[in-house]
């Protein structure tokens, strides 16, 4: 202890006060660096725009990636039609100005998602959220869009788990409901197959796996069903032995589920490892897309079952290109080669309505732009759009099984469709084994 | 009585895959005293270059092994000759927090490079089952990895007995001091048995790799796991780790079985605290 | 040693303090809400300095007071009324009745395996709580107080937790037990000897960064709106602090300051590129282990003396 302050005493005070010069000036320099100037200083006069900038929080990567596979390609295209001819007429610029959008990752995680979801508000202060896929991704964007209070349009994340949340002023949701849809699609595909009626429900802790499980619990009874149900498991579960020793004890016939892609190519090859293979196997979520199906490997996405919410056979047509399904899968195969994915249309439909509110409302004043959410009226492509006063929409659903394929390797077909006739069937319940 | 059977045969062949997985970590110990915070990350490494060489080779898994493994030799040497070695020394932070710092830098590098899409090695062998009697059915992939790791300790023990490297990275974990009296450089030997403990955590990687999905960030988890195989089993043991696996993996299927699948990793946790506090240097530790 | 330089320096921190706790009136929103992380960041860096610099506690495991903290205001708040700030303090109790508990299993665990029996317990009230109807399992909670506070109301909580963190380590330092910790860090079975009290003060300390870290949690909760298990007990947390703190100086109270201003400034600055900036962390912290293990400020310290809160009292 001497010795240091002998030899500190020897470069004397004055390094000590150069020292504290330098570290007050690096402090400043560092402060001021990274972040410029004008963002931290209020009132520095409003950043003068001259576009509409749309938020975007997209689930581009992580377990729930598929769903997010389909930006930017859909929305490009979708931005490409509304700016076509100079874009949206906006009173505040007094002439058409053009819509952009930033799209961001919330990486799958819904705390990500909210935080992303606040930076768009507060630091690239937007004027719209347009955001779908899930409820983790939809739960938590929702809950920003309130506290902040901008407008926005929410699909494609079930209507149980967003009304969780509630009540809304400034979101607008539209999808299907698990107890008014899913439950007669696949209580539907049920019944076209003979089986012994006992049930084993697989789904996970999230918010998907709390609601649906609640609601079949609830529905099943009463229908003649026997439900096995072991409890919720955690995201990213390795080991599904015990419920399927369970599963094989009680002659589970009919296997019904709800979870992220990659669980349920852990579980349903443990199934296979373990020798259960049901009769009937729906899986909500997890199987929507060809590439989790081909993830499963071999043979084993045959003859699974899931709802279908959108498809090429759907018979609507978009109200911002005139194109129908089938036009908009093509164009993007022809561009991607891959095989058509669900959430191509709701995307699309997402800047229908968009589009369609900015141009009602003529402005970016927030309150006025909620007011015009309020009252869309719209054909799109994946039906109509009506909000109601809980500021949500329902859309049609119907029942599909995977076989395989022939230009690719697995196909979805439309097996039901007993709730929305208007939407074809491309084929037949068959059971798996 | 009868449903427990499953449960209790899945333990027992899972327990192998577990010890295989806490081998290299707890030989590490064992020689330098030092818990190696990223080796979890380390071993899906291994999972990542074996995706990368099958997919590459067009290759079964298992072949992959032959180019994972000496290339996780040279990652091991690597890191602690030039990075642990340089921290070892009389406080326990640095190490921790350099391993813990490069436990991150694997995640996030793995993260950018693999995205954090779920991968697995596949391999017909997935889905294979053999139906023992009526009740009970053997998945082939558990027994595989079973039988793997018993060879994977095996020879490890061996060489550890028979070989000159083997003798020598005994010698040094002993008595550093009088190791080097005798002509062996520590410093060197240390690398060398990183090396090794790489190889099997590469071989730990590929099975994981065909018997769960992985992603970047599985590391901590399978950590925590080699962790309470080394607690459990003993220190510093090799034959504690097979014991110390069959133990955890059965206090998760069969805490399963009685509790419910979402309590899982519960009960091993919970086996796992009650022997760090009752028994801290394990069942074959030397206390 | 001269009166007038240590007036400077504790100027030089006032300062800094003053600009901070004046955003709200200069700072845009954006500035508001970088300022609010850094105070959230800096509270929970310095209680695990306390434990890792000065108690020789090696904790992997202070997200289990984060959740813990995080889900006392969302189940207060939602399920009993609560009012929000008063949520955040008997989440911080309930932390140090919960620190209390742990200490019970693993106060006989020294070292790495203090740390990997705090991080077992932390993944415990993971799984528990994701498993807990109560809770709505995995699900998470959305925190809706009857009336929502405003930015610059929860910015207020948060500085207002950073101030209390440093004046609390501060303070104790300064205090018997402080000079019993430093004592203890030079050499534990001396400083037995001649009379310190390792349990008891060790234990203080955990308690005491229990409770700060769990109120803070809270504060960070009301922000975020959303808690979930998955997030909210998750190692990541206990990453991040270990990172502040190499990189700001292990053992100086002046490091976490510094240190997490680097760490929000960085995630920040890289937000829209993901992983990256966890990566650079990670780069950064390993240099500074082989190159300065004492970090920024221990480094500083080291070669010119130079602190502005000084332990010592010589």
Known sequence: MEKKKKQNTKH??????????????????????????????????????????????????????????????????????????????????????????????????????????????????????????????????????????????????????????????WT???????????????????????????VGILMPNDPDGVAWSA???????????????????????????THINRWKKEKVEILLGNMIPPD?????????????????????????????????????????????????????????????????????????????????????????????????????????????????????????????????????????????????????????????PNIPMTGNVFPIK | MQDLLQPILNGILLGGLYAVIALGMNTMFGIVKLVNLAHGDLMILGSYLSLVFSAWLGLNPFWSLLAVVPVMFVVGFLIQGFLLNRVLGKEMEPPLLVAFGLSIILQNSLLLVFTPDARSLMT???????????????????????????????????FFKRTYLGRAIRASSDDEVGARLMGINTRNIYAYAMGIAMMTAAVAGVLVGMTFTFYPH??????????????????????????????????????????????????GYLVLLIVLGLRPQGIFGKA | MADRPFKYRLCLL????????????????YMLLFGLLLCLYMAMSQMWNLLVGYSGLLSLGQQAFIGFGGYSVAVLTNYYGVYVWLSALIGGIFSVLLALFMSLFIFRMKGIFFGIGTWIFAEILLLWFSNWEYVKYGTGLFIKPARPPSMTVIFYAAFIMALSALVVVYLILRSKIGLGLMAMRDNEEVSETIGVEIFRSKLFCFLVAAFITGTTAGVLYVFQIFIQPYKAFAIDWTVILVFIVIIGGIGTIEGPIVGSFLYVLLTQWLADYGHTSMLILGLIAITIMLVAPKGIMGTLQEKTGFTILSPRRI
């Open chain 1, 12 to 169: 004397g005070g004055v390094n000590r006060r150069e020292f504290m010069r330098k570290s007050a000036l690096a402090v400043g320099t560092v402060m001021t660096s990274g972040l410029t100037l004008p963002a931290m200083v209020k009132n520095a006069g409003a950043a003068k725009r001259d576009h509409i900038l749309i938020g975007r929080p997209n689930p581009g990567t992580g377990p729930l990636a598929s769903f997010g596979e389909g930006t930017p390609w859909v929305d490009d295209r979708a931005l490409a039609e509304i700016n076509k001819d100079g874009g949206i007429y906006i009173k505040e610029f007094g002439k058409k100005v053009p819509v952009k959008v930033k799209i961001v990752d919330t990486e799958s995680n819904p705390t990500k998602a909210g935080e992303m979801a606040s930076r768009l508000v507060v630091k690239d202060k937007v004027d719209l959220m347009v955001f779908y896929h899930t409820p983790d991704t939809v739960n938590p964007v929702s809950s920003m869009v309130e506290r902040y209070k901008i407008p926005g349009i929410s699909l494609d994340s079930p209507l149980e788990p967003w009304l969780e949340g509630g009540p809304y002023k």
């Open chain 2, 124 to 158: 017909d062998l997935s889905v294979k089952t053999i139906p023992l009697g009526s009740s009970l059915n053997l998945p082939v992939l558990y027994f595989v990895d079973f039988l793997l790791s018993c060879a994977v300790i095996l020879a490890l023990h061996l």
């Open chain 1, 264 to 420: 349920f190519t852990t579980a349903w090859r443990q199934c296979h490892q373990q020798g259960f293979v049901p009769k009937v196997a729906t899986i909500g979520k997890a199987i929507l897309f060809p590439s989790a199906v081909g993830a499963l490997g071999g043979d084993l996405p045959n003859g699974l079952t899931t709802e279908v919410w959108w498809s090429p056979h759907h018979p609507f047509k978009s109200s911002l290109t005139g194109e129908s399904a089938k036009d908009l899968c093509d164009a993007w195969t022809n561009a991607t080669s891959k095989e058509w994915l669900q959430p191509l249309g709701y995307k699309h439909a997402g800047y229908e309505i968009a589009a369609d509110v900015l141009r009602r409302a003529g402005t970016l004043e927030k309150e006025a732009l909620r007011k015009a959410i309020a009252d869309t009226d719209l054909n799109t492509i994946v039906g109509h759009i009506k909000y109601n006063k809980e500021n949500y929409s329902r859309t049609p659903l119907v029942g599909g099984q995977w076989v395989k394929g022939q230009k690719f390797p697995w196909d979805l077909k439309i097996v039901y469709n007993k709730e929305h």
């Open chain 2, 218 to 267: 599985t590391g901590p988890q399978y950590l925590i796991i080699a962790f309470g195989v080394m607690i459990i089993g003993g220190l510093g043991s090799m034959a504690g780790c097979l014991v110390g696996g069959i133990i955890l993996a059965e206090a998760q299927l069969l805490g399963a079985h009685f509790t419910g699948p979402g309590y899982q990793l519960l009960c």
């Open chain 3, 14 to 29: 006032g300062i800094l303090f003053v600009v901070l706790g004046t955003i709200p009136l200069w700072g845009s929103d």
């Open chain 1, 215 to 241: 609601v079949f619990k609830k529905v099943l009874k009463p229908k003649g069903y026997k439900v096995i149900d072991l409890g919720r498991f955690p995201y990213f579960n390795k080991d599904f032995s």
């Open chain 1, 172 to 198: 607008f949701h539209a999808f299907w409901s698990v107890e008014k849809d899913i439950v007669p699609n696949y209580i539907g595909m049920w019944e076209q197959v003979k089986t012994n009626k006992v």
